[in-house]
Each structure stands twice: as structure tokens, then as C-alpha cells.
């Protein structure tokens, strides 16, 4: 083949033509060669070597891809593993409600363990607060799940923690007497009204990645740009990570989709690549999720290594697992998963759906209301 005399001085050349170089290449360089095949140059050896370079390269890359894609799949939630029979999927969802049982149906155990102890709540907002929808400019929470929330944070600090960016999280919440954890935790602010926690206008604010957010407008364009072609494909900059959507992208081109992520962040190695519901987000390699962030307002509020706190976090994504994790291995609180479908969780709790959510919240306010009554009256 003529393509064998080509002269290639490094493997970049070789990279560019990926996998049509790879295959019009690589098969005349492993056979035997005779003198009178050998190369008249040096420059086959080269091209033996760097071709082989490249298509082991090509093979983790696909890999890489392939992983990406298998994850998206898995974190789909209306992706369902193949079930031999209805029965076995009623007896693993029995087995799964026992080790994980409804929180309303548990409520009574869970408030007597908080006897004597500050419950501080922690609440995630889309697929929580929220019902997961097509378009995420569009995730509004209800006024009666809004009247809740204002009502559990009359009695309990609280706060929501979301990897959207803080100032969209707020713009759909609308309480200012919260604490807000934005980007994963990478963006935290403090009540600005509330009798019991207000922190004033100027509230407490952490910001562990600001050098990280010229890169992250950067990539968030690149994204933009790459992702134009794919049909459905949502980017959103959450300030200190950004996010892919791909709720409304046809299955098929899931894994064009990871490749076009993928082309991006290469070139970021300070960013990585994390999944939700429906979405790819990327981040900074700091060692900070909603796990720490739970960490950082626990001590802000005066409980890092106090007995009498309740820490309760309410959650439906992967990424909330941070957070379940932290309070699962403190031994300490609860964590607690919005679900239908059983999920391999570190929570202890169970709800279905963000209806439940509300009445659990609505059942904690009645139950503390009737508490300082009765103690009003001693």
C-alpha cells in the first residue's frame, strides 16, 4: 500500500487521523518484510511505532467512552435492568424497602431519635423539592412544597444543597431565611432573614473553587459550541461546574454525546467528569461534594463534634450519596432517598417522590409544633 511510505515524525500527526489511519496503516507493518519490502527511510519503524501508540490509545479512549456511556444508562431513571420475572422484581424491591424503609412509615422511630437533639435539615432540590422535568429552566417546586420548606425552617436551620448554580437554586426557592449550597457546595451562603439564624446582609460565604471559575466559563463555551449538533442536549453553567443535560437526547446518540464531553475536558486536567439523573456534570478535581459541604455547615452552625445534633438530608441523585456516606459514617443522622426504583444507596430512609417529601416535612413541623405547645404548657 503506498499510505505505508508516508513519513511521520511524531505520534500527533498519526492522533489526527484517528482510527483511518490506525486501519489503513497498522495491517502491512506486522507482517514479516522481506529486504525488498523493507522501507527504503527509517521513518516506516517510526510510523510502526506511533501507529501502534495511537490504536492503543484509541482502545482506552474507547473504553473510557464506553464506561461513560454504560453509567448514563445506568443513572437514567427510566432505564430499568432486564428482569427475568415480575415476581423477582416484587421480591428485590421487598428485600429493598426492608433494608431501607419508607420514612413515613418509620416517622415515629426517626423522632425518637432525635429526643434531646437540634434536628438540622439538609434538602436537595431537583427529583427532591422538585419534579424532574424535560427542561430544567423549568423545575418549579410547588407553593404548598415552598410553604413546607418555610415552615421547617421556622423550626429547624436548614438548608438546600444542589449541584445547580446558588443564585438559580434561589430564584426557584425564594426563602431567604435558608442556608443555599450551590454547585455541589462549592458555593455557600447563609440566611439573610429569620429570628433564630440570620447571619445579616453580608451572610457567611464560602467559595472553595473561585480560582476554578475563568476555566469553567471557558469550558462552559466549548461545550456550547461542541454539543450544537446533538439534538436535545442542554449545557448549563452552575457557576462552578457545568452541566450537560441529556434528558431529552435521543438514546442513540448518547455515546456521540459523551464523545463531543469528552473532546473537551481532555484538554482540563484540573476538571473532572461526574454523572446525575440525565446528566454529565463537570467539576473541579478539588476534594469538595455535597458530603463536605453538609461537613462545612454542620460547624458553621456550632455542631462539628457535638452528640446532641440530628443532621436529617433528604435526596434522589448520585451525587446526594456524598452526603448520605458522610452521616452513615459518622453514625450520626440519617440520610434519606427520594426513590420509586430500588438504587444501591448509603441512605437509611426511603421516600417516592417529592409529594412524600412535602408530607414528611409537613408531619416534622406538626410534630414540633405540638411539642412546644406541650412544653409551653408545663
Known sequence: ??????????????????????????????????????????????????????I??????????????????????????????????????????????????????????????QIVMFLDYDGTLSPIVDDPDRAFMSEQMRAAVKQVAKYFPTAIVSGRCRDKVYSFVKLAELYYAGSHGMDIKGPTEGPKYRTGKNAVIFQPASEFLPMIDEVYKELLEKTKSTLGAKVENNKFCVSVHFRCVDEKSWTSLAEQVRSVIKDYPKLRLTQGRKVLEIRPTIKWDKGKALEFLLDSLGFANCSDVLPVYIGDDRTDEDAFKVLRDRGQGFGILVSKTPKETNASYSLSEPSEVKDFLDRLVEWKRLSMEELSRL
Open 56 to 117: 492503543k490509545k484509541l482502545k482506552i479512549e474507547r473504553s473510557r467512552i464506553n464506561a461513560w456511556v454504560d453509567s448514563m444508562r445506568a443513572s437514567s431513571p427510566t432505564h430499568l435492568r432486564p428482569t427475568v420475572s415480575v415476581s423477582v422484581t416484587t421480591d428485590d424491591h421487598a428485600s429493598w424497602i426492608l433494608r431501607h424503609p419508607s420514612a413515613l412509615r418509620m416517622f415515629d422511630q426517626i423522632i425518637n431519635s432525635s429526643k434531646g437533639k
Open 1 to 54: 500500500m503506498t499510505k505505508q511510505n508516508v513519513v511521520v515524525h511524531d505520534t500527533s500527526s498519526v492522533a489526527k487521523s484517528a482510527l483511518n489511519m490506525a486501519i489503513t496503516v497498522v495491517p502491512p507493518l506486522f507482517v514479516p518484510q522481506t529486504a525488498a519490502s523493507k522501507p527504503p527511510h527509517p521513518t516506516g519503524h517510526y510510523i510502526a511505532i506511533s501507529s501502534q501508540k495511537v
